[in-house]
């Protein structure tokens, strides 16, 4: 088993980062896939939106899973379900096998992005847990932006099939790596089989007041961002008049600053603290969606005005995202995978709401996106602010 720290943060993020990339590599190929199938595009499409779903509906159910029968075998039991789901990709002949083998695909990939952060709150203190934490969660950007890249080139070379077989081959030598190496940091006999059942843990959850300020603070974080995601390219390319290239240099410092915010706050979380870097991360998100909207009302409608202030605010979600993870899976430690898995089904949940909010109000403006961005802003720092309510007092004696 491994027990140098630098090999056990390298495999946590290969597992948390297996599950984007396998989201994001095949979608370059949607067009050749829809012709060798003969399908339509919205058929096709599925193949996106409903793992989306598996993703979300799966992290809420590993976290708990994981609580019970330990973080290892819940692992090893997703990536077993993942490698299911990429030879059933690979294999398709039809779209509807292609959509329910891409499903259990991705629902095998949560695993890893749930289980990865339970298993750092496991070992680490909450500060300590932070830090961590920064440097997994950066792998939940890096692998979606070199995804595409990577299934592009595949796709030419070899056909969309290769970008299954691509992400198996991955998800087969991770699993290698987990069974040689990954130990258990939550074994069952710690008391999590006589602890509450899985509804019963996340109905607790739901009622604790610290839990709910920084799992919705996170979610309208990922929002905000998805948001952008969502809007983003169809402002370059239909409302401003750009390609896809100015799309991907445009969204690059927004991805790079927010990998920079993980980093610093990887160095800084533990000297001031989960609560402080949470509401710099709420402030900033406010400032700097607001910035957008002036800019675009006042100064002018070009690509500048909305991706320079969402690089900032992405800054700024790099030190409060992986804090507020850290703050939620902290609340109660017995229940620290049911947490991950609430707390990453409502960071999926919220995000694809913005992301097809923001599609379904599309009107030839930037507007819907931005304004979207600024509410997601405000929501997180309104749901953050019962975190910063005085606590009562205790009485002496």
């Known amino acids: ?10 495999l946590l993020v290969l597992l948390t980062g297996l599950g984007p990339a396998a989201l994001q590599i095949f979608l370059p190929a949607l067009p050749v896939i829809r012709t060798d199938l003969a399908t339509s595009s919205a058929a096709v499409q599925l193949t996106l939106s409903l793992s989306t779903l598996s993703i979300a509906v799966s992290m809420l159910l590993f976290g708990p899973i994981s609580d019970r029968i330990g973080r290892r075998p819940a692992v090893l039991g997703g990536l077993a379900v993942f490698l299911l789901g990429s030879a059933g990709c690979v294999l398709a002949d039809s779209v509807t096998i292609l959509v329910i083998a891409r499903v259990v ?7 890893g992005m749930v289980i990865a952060r339970a298993m750092i709150r496991d070992r680490h203190a909450p500060e300590d847990a932070a830090s961590m934490l920064a440097i997994v969660t950066t792998a939940m950007v890096v692998a979606p932006m070199i995804a595409p890249v990577v299934g592009g080139g595949l796709t030419d070379m070899f056909g969309w099939r290769s970008t299954f ?23 069952p006999s710690t008391g999590a089989r006589h602890g509450p059942g899985l509804m019963a843990g996340s109905a607790r959850l739901l009622v604790n007041r610290e839990f709910i300020a920084y799992a919705l603070q996170s979610a309208f974080s990922m929002a905000l961002y998805y ?30 600053m927010f990998m920079i915010g993980n980093l610093v706050a990887s160095r ?22 607001g910035l957008s909207l002036f800019l675009i009302g006042f100064v002018a409608l070009a690509p500048w005005a909305i991706f320079l202030p969402a690089a900032l605010v992405a ?17 109660d430690a017995k229940l620290a995978g049911t947490a991950s898995g609430l707390s990453g089904f409502l960071q999926m949940a919220f995000a694809a709401c913005a992301a097809q909010f923001v599609g379904f109000f599309q009107n030839g403006t930037p507007w819907p996106m931005v304004l979207t ?17 005085p606590r009562p007092a205790i009485p002496a004696g």
Request: proline residues 4%; hydrophobic residues 60%.
């Open 373 to 389: 961005m600024f509410a997601c802003a405000v929501f997180s720092f309104l749901a953050f602010m019962p975190r910063l309510a």
């Open 165 to 187: 077989a691509a992400s198996g081959i991955a998800g087969l030598l991770i699993l290698a790596a987990a069974f040689a190496g990954l130990p258990e940091t939550h074994p």
């Open 105 to 111: 695909q991705a629902a095998g990939g949560a695993a």
């Open 1 to 10: 088993m491994i027990r140098d720290e630098r090999a056990f943060l390298l």
């Open 227 to 256: 948001a952008l995601l969502g809007g983003g390219a169809y402002v370059v390319m239909e409302v401003l008049g750009g390609t896809a290239t100015h799309y991907a240099l445009w969204f690059l410092p927004v991805a790079f």
């Open 315 to 331: 800054f700024f979600q790099g030190l409060s995202v992986p804090n507020a993870q850290a703050g939620a899976l902290s609340v």
């Open 268 to 289: 800084i979380s533990r000297r001031f603290g989960i609560d402080r870097m949470v509401l710099w991360g709420c402030i900033g998100n406010v400032a700097g969606t």
